[in-house]
Antibody, heavy 121, light 110 residues
Framework: EVQLVESGGGLVQPGGSLRLSCAAS????????MNWVRQAPGKGLEWVSY????????YYADSVKGRFTISRDNAKNSLYLQMASLRDEDTAVYYC??????????????WGQGTLVTVSS | QSVLTQPPSVSAAPGQKVTFSCSGS????????VSWYQQLPGTAPKLLIY???KRPSGIPDRFSGSRSGTSATLGITGLQTGDEADYYC???????????FGGGTKLTVL
């Protein structure tokens, strides 16, 4: 059974940093690209970042570019999101999600339960 | 504003059929497959439809999808109260090099 379990969320002051983790199990983690998607309270889904299986390609949403860093450790079956210079508008539930991509296909077939990040003074 | 446009809400009675629209552009829906996600209250999103009209294992055939040009549609037949949720369309945007989602449509089963 595919499982994605996020951790690391919490309350942080504006300008602060936080590192999210996502532990994967039930599939060959090193074979899949992974994504982070966030959802602000009462709002819709916002794609945040993507990393290929071998870390060869990384993309970020403009809203987090230069502040967030996605990474992975295939030996530990783990995905990470290092967040810096946090702003109030970064407050959201952060989901990690497994990606399937080929040709003109892209979709997220498994999602974690999410971890809440609250940026507030 | 979301890159993909969805109506904020839709409602229908149990047993009826409902459709959800999702509008984009040539850089996203027009040239990439669309997926749909169901988010039940208080839970994580779940893949409902991929590649415009394919259902993952375990998704009943009451759920269907289609794409025409730069728009996509999700349909649900035989509505049940358990279908009350937020529904999101998503795809890759080749110009932005980013995943994009619609703002979501809240389904109310009256």
């Amino acid at each position: 059974e595919v499982q994605l379990v996020e951790s690391g969320g919490g309350l942080v002051q504006p300008g602060g940093s936080l590192r999210l983790s996502c532990a994967a199990s039930g599939f060959t983690f090193s074979s899949y690209s992974m994504n982070w998607v966030r959802q602000a309270p009462g709002k819709g889904l916002e794609w945040v970042s993507y990393i290929t299986s071998s870390t060869g390609t990384i993309y970020y949403a403009d809203s987090v570019k230069g502040r967030f860093t996605i990474s992975r450790d295939n030996a530990k079956n783990s995905l990470y999101l290092q967040m810096a210079s946090l702003r109030d508008e970064d407050t959201a539930v952060y989901y990690c999600a497994r990606e399937t991509r080929y040709s003109d296909t892209w979709y997220l077939d498994y999602w974690g339960q999410g971890t809440l990040v609250t940026v507030s003074s | 504003q979301s890159v993909l446009t969805q109506p904020p809400s839709v409602s229908a009675a149990p047993g009826q059929k409902v459709t959800f629209s999702c509008s984009g552009s040539s850089s996203n829906i027009g040239n990439n497959y669309v997926s749909w996600y169901q988010q039940l209250p208080g839970t994580a999103p779940k893949l409902l439809i991929y590649e415009n009209n394919k259902r993952p294992s375990g998704i009943p055939d009451r759920f269907s999808g289609s794409r025409s040009g730069t728009s996509a549609t999700l349909g649900i037949t035989g509505l049940q109260t358990g279908d009350e949720a937020d529904y999101y369309c998503g795809t890759w945007d080749s110009s932005l090099s980013a995943g994009v989602f619609g703002g979501g449509t809240k389904l109310t089963v009256l």
